[in-house]
T-cell receptor
């Protein structure tokens, strides 16, 4: 079974530029999450999708961050314009849904995209 | 809302010695508990989980954890560590969706860097 795929793995941009990250979850996983992990901290949830609908985006800085999952499969997270404090690893995770209560709690993570804003 | 406290940010230990990584949580509803491991430049990998049943749970790579509801703790232990266990370890909680109705989301602690010394 292929894991969660993310690209690019690394990105360096200047402040005020825009950047996009891509995630392809495990096949059949209906729920998809984007996390921001700042150096020295645990991952913080940015947005949660169920199929192509948003479940929770309360922690997404909507003035500069946007995310979509148009066909309910892969997803894109965008930052425009980037700030220095956006330097972090952006993690994508996915879970099964409706396949049994407990399995829906097990999140599978991709390798992440390390963003450096200079 | 939930919160997770990992009391030790760094734990150095000699190879073949036992180790305990501490985790305490706070929540107004029932939660499920997880430990994830993150190797350098990689995503998070599920180490073990407590969802129900026995409070002593065993995971991969010889790790185990004990859920203590009265002390709201979920400490991770290994009787004998190896060099290859050097990594960042994250404790996480998710509210019980069936009871709270909250979306299945993880709240992470700030992590513990385990360094195994030769």
């Amino acid at each position: 079974e292929a894991g969660v795929a993310q690209s690019p793995r690394y990105k360096i941009i200047e402040k005020r530029q825009s950047v996009a990250f891509w995630c392809n979850p495990i096949s059949g996983h209906a729920t998809l999450y984007w996390y921001q992990q700042i150096l020295g901290q645990g991952p913080k949830l940015l947005i949660q999708f169920q199929n192509n609908g948003v479940v929770d985006d309360s922690q997404l800085p909507k003035d500069r961050f946007s995310a979509e999952r148009l066909k309910g499969v892969d997803s894109t997270l965008k930052i425009q314009p980037a700030k220095l404090e956006d330097s972090a690893v952006y993690l994508c995770a996915s879970t099964l849904s409706g396949q049994g209560m407990f399995r829906a709690y097990e999140q599978y993570f991709g390798p992440g995209t390390r963003l450096t804003v200079t | 809302a939930q919160s997770v406290t990992q009391l030790d940010s760094q734990v150095p230990v000699f190879e073949e010695a036992p180790v305990e990584l501490r985790c305490n949580y706070s929540s107004s509803v029932s939660v499920y508990l997880f430990w994830y491991v993150q190797y350098p430049n990689q995503g998070l990998q599920l180490l073990l989980k407590y969802l129900s049943g026995s409070t002593l749970v065993k995971g991969i790579n010889g790790f185990e954890a004990e859920f203590n509801k009265s002390q709201t703790s979920f400490h991770l232990r290994k009787p004998s560590v190896h060099i290859s266990d050097t990594a960042e370890y994250f404790c996480a909680v998710s509210p019980d969706y069936q009871i709270s109705g909250s979306a299945r989301q993880l709240t992470f602690g700030s992590g513990t860097q385990l360094t195994v010394l030769p």
